[in-house]
């Protein structure tokens, strides 16, 4: 999975390489690009080398002008927190310099989110814990991940 992601983002600078060489995009452009696929790659080699899993999450680097790409409602930079999770759809995994500095996001897979989502909804009755009628075997079932199902 690392090899392809790294070989995806081999293609992906040519891409960018051959634009330029044609004069379809400007130098900032050219600049900027080459340096989010830098970063890209130094994140995914990172989190392949701390996890010793084959496993990458889908990864988005954006500079700091461009946080309000990805998030609705986007924070401070110096406020991000490695490991927080923005608005339930990405997880913060730190900032990487690579001729700027981009920060780089994990987008969470679907199963994760509803999760999230679940556990945002759960949090109010749990804080209640003995003004709810809610038996304790109706809130574990309820904080329970719901399974993949798949069909032959």
Do not use: W
């Not at 988005?60 to 991000?80: H, K, T, Y």
């Not at 945002?120 to 804080?127: G, V």
């Not at 038996?135 to 199902?149: F, G, K």
Request: proline share 4%; glycine share 4%.
């Amino acid at each position: 999975m690392v090899r392809a992601y790294l070989g995806y983002l081999r293609n992906e600078q040519e891409v960018v390489d051959d634009r330029a060489s044609r004069h379809e995009v400007s130098r900032t452009y050219y600049k900027r690009n080459s340096n989010r696929i830098r970063a890209l790659r130094q994140m995914a080699t990172r989190i392949a080398s701390e996890s010793q899993n084959d496993y990458l999450p889908e990864l988005e680097a954006v500079a700091g002008d461009e946080l309000g790409l990805i998030l609705e409602r986007p924070p401070r930079s110096e406020s991000l927190r490695i490991g927080e999770v923005l608005e339930t759809t990405f997880k913060y995994l730190g900032l990487v310099r690579a001729g700027e500095a981009f920060y780089v996001f994990a987008r969470l897979d679907p199963y994760e989110q509803s999760e999230l989502a679940e556990q945002s909804q759960i949090a109010p009755i749990t804080s209640r814990d003995t003004a709810t009628s809610a038996s304790d075997s109706e809130r574990t079932r309820r904080l329970t991940r719901a399974r993949r199902v798949t069909t032959p």
